[in-house]
């Protein structure tokens, strides 16, 4: 495994996440893999359990063994916050893989309440070492220069 090889891997229905996604990408010159990459966006409806959507979405019990984390050893996980978690999708690939020796981050877009999403998370994760959340509400013109700060949150990661 080659040292501090960085892996981005996102949900994103309506862009939001997938923006943030593409410029930690950037930022780090990390890989970046999406793991609804052939699912559109089918309109909004806040209201109904995000299981329920993932439904309507195609997006339950996707397909993510080709996404292979092994030859990686950080994995920073994106995804939008429904109903103060993340996804089905995000929670089917967390659940299908091993992260024990990993170190893994989060990284989410949100309404403005996210709750307890990363404790959620972080008692999601069987194994591995969790590098903490990082959250966004609006995504502005300075991004970049906001998340060069705000990725240096993460411990250990470069
Ligand atoms: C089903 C659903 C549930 C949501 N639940 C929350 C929530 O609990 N808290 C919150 O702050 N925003 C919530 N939102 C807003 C999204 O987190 C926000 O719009 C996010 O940036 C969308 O990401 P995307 O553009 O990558 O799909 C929800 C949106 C949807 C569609």
Known sequence: MSKNKILIVYHSVQGHTEKVAKLIAEILNADIKKINQNQKSSGSAIMRTPRILAQMYGLQNLDTSWIDIDEYDT????????????????????KANDFSNKKVGLFITHGGDYGQTSEKFKDLLSAGQYLGMLEYHSISNNMELRLKRDLKKFKNCP
């Open 75 to 94: 994995i920073l996980i994106g995804s939008p916050c429904w109903m103060y978690k993340v996804t089905p999708p995000v929670i089917d690939f967390v």
